[in-house]
């Protein structure tokens, strides 16, 4: 998933997110994309799974309500 394509997930998603904090917040979304899209890669995954794996960074806190 392209730069830009990430962007309008982040956008599209942001208003679900409960809590947004510097430890779990876009910047800890992006390390997690980039070790996904690492690993998708490693792995030769079809470009259907690697997608998923894209998607999947930017949804894993949304129904965070704190940092614990």
């Known amino acids: 998933m392209d ?5 309008d997930v982040v ?11 510097g430890l779990h917040g ?3 979304w992006a390390r ?8 998708s890669n490693r792995m030769k995954l079809p470009q259907a799974y690697r997608d998923c794996v894209s998607v999947f960074p930017w949804t894993h806190d949304l129904a965070r309500y704190d940092d614990s």
Not at 3 to 7: H, L, T
Not at 32 to 39: K, M, P, S
């Open 26 to 28: 876009v910047a800890h």
């Open 3 to 7: 730069g830009r394509r990430k962007r």
């Open 32 to 39: 997690v994309c980039r070790f996904g899209d690492y690993l």
């Open 11 to 21: 956008n599209e998603l942001r208003p679900w997110v409960l809590v947004e904090s």
